[in-house]
């Protein structure tokens, strides 16, 4: 067991907080504290963290690991070792380039030709290689830059004439080149591109093949011409593609004449409406229409009020979820009969008081969790939430950053190992406490407190040789 | 050694629907000549015998006690059962129930044992069972060579539940002095989930992670309902307060118990929301990481945004 107390503020806090984590040889609290150590405190803390092949294994798969010291791992990997940094999506670029190098089977390959951190010389050099699936994957990848796509667009793989259609760097003249050759699936993508040339755009919008023109109608390139026309395509796909398409203006969205309710709740779902839209949308027969209008933060207090009385549970709740609702309303949405609806004036940091006050007594979980994420909530209620007997209540006041000490002491001391995990984050939370967590037996929370711990220790300024605190804290 | 016996299991004196499929899964292995008789251990069991009267069943056997569930007094009227009608097989319902008294019954008595028995048929005369293994990855088949006796437990929602009325006669059988060792102290309900029921779904969407903000959850509850489906979430959605708890899957949510397809979009796929959701047969992926764990355990995987998978899907309901 490790030390009960470390006092990590001052000039020799994060050392202290060092030399206790490698003393007890904990790998999570090392690679916690590894990210923000400096080079002395990491040149300390490898030996743990390496300390063994099976520790190598674990911390080059951990997506939490710092990506300093996956590079590290990445100079002298192993077969096993590197098919995990290629996995891993916090390995650097840096580290993928030495594994490229070594890259032995297709697998790894692949595996580093879809990379998020893969760069374009990467990217370059594995779309020549020889199995089909790490070429699928370059012409997947969004980094891939558009000399890479234009020898891919050659290639005789379908999908990857497929992936080549829809990668964001392909240009007009593969995409016109891919349009000679590629199956419908190809154009479709190639429609929806946003560098698709004009006249396969326009040769896509007089396509009979519906699927083709539902891509189409969702590219950002169209003109205003050619959105109008889908906006009135007798298919629905056709034109819920286009209501989606952002570029849209609301002048051309006739709610009027639109006599599909799955478009309807498309277009009131969009931010940019007149007030004679949703006025009509607010009225219509349609529930999920009303549902999404209902959440329009555009919506005036007259409309609110009236779908706050609607008898869809799921409208109330929108209007209790809508920024633009006024106290009063909320106040009356707090009384309502349905939990949920409760739940959601709770969740709302501008209630007022009075609706705050009529929900305290509620013994519904999702009302009381969202009062514990609450800084309105008074803190006799939130140290009460803390005590619950539902695990997941309690965890709501990991998220309040307004929650009182006690509260916040009582989830870290909380039998269920999530909940500790999600505490240690929160600015209550003292070093004795966080210290305490070194030793849970949970290694997220290990992780955690480790990591917030070096966090602070490096954020004190020195102490002064007599050990009193320096002028600046 | 010959006959089934079947334990029916009642909640306050209701009958459990599972009590019915056993009395379907007892019927399938059936031999011509062989008895049919279903157990009862409740405070009025003689008004249960009626509805247990059901497809091919020959004989309510009632036991009058409480209808607090008591293993021990299962266990001894199982006791009594073996020894004086040597039962060729005995059926229960997989759950809870079962576990505390089934596997001690069929050790101290020296019977052939499964648990959790998704299908029974016959072999040549001889009973094998099939049970899941290894995570749901494979399928085993049993059998039970040298035991007269096979005590099983069966899966709940595999076999359909017993219907139509039998002419079953009715013993009643006092209840044998039993060594109880554990007490009935209430019944405490569920939360209200307000009739979202993740436990019974047979049909479940579940957001996870992926849904980004909670103006875009609705889109999802919109698409569950046009599917049929319950929606389900991942703990950060239920979290966030944008789903309610009732529909979170996982370690600290619920059991999709009797799920038999489901759809993760924008779920990475933790170890605790597997616990909820992981032996469901048929799992179908979406998520942008190709790594993503959920993708471990999918038998289908689409690596792609979720909202262009739902915009999809939109198409065709």
Not at chain 1, 119 to 139: K, M, T, Y
Not at chain 1, 237 to 259: F, L
Not at chain 1, 432 to 457: E, H, I, K, S, Y
Not at chain 2, 17 to 46: C, M, N, W, Y
Request: one cysteine or more; hydrophobic letters at 45%.
């Amino acid at each position: 067991m490790m030390a009960a107390a470390t006092d990590i503020r001052g000039a020799g806090g994060q050392d202290a907080l060092v030399a206790r984590v490698v003393a007890g040889g904990d790998l999570y609290a090392a690679l916690g504290l590894y990210a923000g150590a400096g080079p002395g405190a990491r040149a300390a803390l490898e030996p743990v963290i390496f300390a063994s092949p099976r520790q190598k294994l674990i911390t080059a798969a951990a997506a939490f690991a710092p990506a300093s010291l996956l590079d590290r791992l990445a100079a002298d990997a192993g077969e096993a070792l590197a098919l995990r940094l290629a996995k891993n999506p916090a390995t650097p670029t840096s580290a993928l380039r030495r594994l490229l190098g070594r890259c032995g089977d297709a697998r790894m390959a692949r595996c580093l030709a879809a990379h998020d951190h893969a760069d374009a010389a990467i990217l370059d050099e594995l779309a020549s290689h020889p199995a089909v699936e790490v070429r699928r994957a370059v012409a997947g990848n969004p980094a891939a830059p558009a000399g890479v796509i234009g020898r891919l667009a050659a290639d005789d793989d379908g999908l990857i004439r497929r992936a080549a259609a829809a990668a964001p760097e392909a240009d007009a003249g593969t995409l016109a080149r891919l349009w000679q050759t590629g199956d419908d699936g190809v154009r479709a993508e190639i429609a929806a591109h946003p560098n698709c040339p004009a006249d396969l755009l326009a040769a896509a919008l007089r396509s009979t093949d519906a699927r083709l023109r539902r891509r189409l109608a969702s590219n950002p390139s169209l003109g205003a011409a050619e959105l109008e026309q889908l906006l009135a395509d007798p298919d629905d796909g056709v034109r819920a593609a286009a209501v989606r398409n952002p570029t849209v203006s609301d002048a051309g969205i006739d709610t009027g004449r639109e006599p599909s309710a799955r478009i309807r709740r498309l277009i009131a779902r969009r931010h940019q409406l007149g007030a004679d839209v949703i006025a009509r949308l607010a009225a219509d027969p349609d529930p999920w229409v009303r549902r999404w209008i209902a959440r329009h933060p555009d919506l005036p207090a007259g409309l609110l009020a009236r779908l706050a009385q609607d008898d869809d549970p799921g409208i109330r709740r929108s209007v209790a979820r809508n920024p633009a609702s006024p106290p009063d309303l909320l106040v009356r949405l707090a009384q309502d009969t349905a939990p949920w609806v409760q739940a959601g004036v709770a969740l709302r940091e501008d209630a007022p008081p009075e609706a705050v006050g009529a929900l305290l007594s509620s013994r519904d979980r999702d009302v009381l969790g969202a009062l514990g994420r609450n800084p309105a909530t008074p803190a006799t209620t939130l140290k009460a939430i803390a005590a619950s007997g539902d695990a997941d209540v309690r965890r709501s006041i990991a998220f309040n950053r307004a929650a009182p000490q006690a509260a916040v002491l009582l989830l870290a001391a909380d039998p269920y190992p999530l909940n500790r995990a999600m505490i240690v984050g929160h600015p209550l939370l003292d070093d004795g406490a966080l210290a305490d967590l070194l030793d849970d037996p949970d290694p997220q929370v290990r992780f955690a407190a480790a990591r917030r711990l070096g966090r602070r220790a490096a954020s004190f300024p020195p102490r002064n040789s007599d050990g009193k605190p320096g002028d600046d804290e | 050694m010959s006959g089934t016996i079947v334990i029916a299991m009642q909640r306050n004196g209701e009958l459990l629907t599972s009590s019915f499929e056993a009395i379907t899964a007892a019927r399938g292995v059936k031999e011509a000549g062989d008895t049919l008789a279903v157990v009862i251990v409740a405070a009025d069991p003689q008004s249960l015998a009626g509805p247990l009267s059901v497809g091919g069943v020959d004989e309510v056997i009632a036991v009058r006690a409480s209808d607090d569930f008591q293993p021990d007094l299962i266990e001894a009227v199982l006791d009594d059962l073996i020894g004086q009608r040597k039962p060729a097989l005995i059926l229960v319902p997989h759950g809870v129930d079962a576990w505390s008294f089934a596997p001690a019954t069929a050790a101290r008595n020296g019977l052939g044992f499964s648990t959790d028995v998704l299908a029974l048929r016959r072999e040549g005369g001889d009973l094998v069972a099939t049970r899941a293994g290894y995570a749901e990855k494979v399928l085993m088949d049993i059998d039970f060579p040298g035991k007269e006796t096979v005590l099983l437990t069966l899966r709940t929602n595999v076999f359909e539940p017993a219907a139509g009325q039998a002419q079953a006669t009715v013993t009643e059988l006092a209840a044998p002095s039993a060594d109880i060792a554990t007490k009935h102290e209430g019944w405490k309900p569920p939360a209200d989930a307000g009739g979202i029921d993740i436990p019974g779904a047979e049909f479940i969407l579940s957001i996870g992670r992926g849904v980004a903000d909670e103006a875009n959850v609705e889109q999802f509850l919109e698409l569950a309902d046009k599917m049929g489906a319950t929606l389900g979430c991942s703990r950060p959605i239920a979290d966030n307060g944008w789903l309610p708890k009732a529909r979170q899957v996982g370690q600290s949510g619920r059991l999709a118990a009797n799920c038999r397809l489901y759809v993760a979009m924008g779920v990475s796929g933790s170890v605790q929301h597997q616990w909820g959701m992981k032996h469901v047969e048929n799992i179908v992926a979406v998520n942008t990481d190709p790594e993503a764990s959920i993708f471990s355990i999918a038998r289908y995987g689409i690596v792609g945004d979720m909202f262009e998978i739902a915009a999809e899907l939109e198409n065709h309901f």
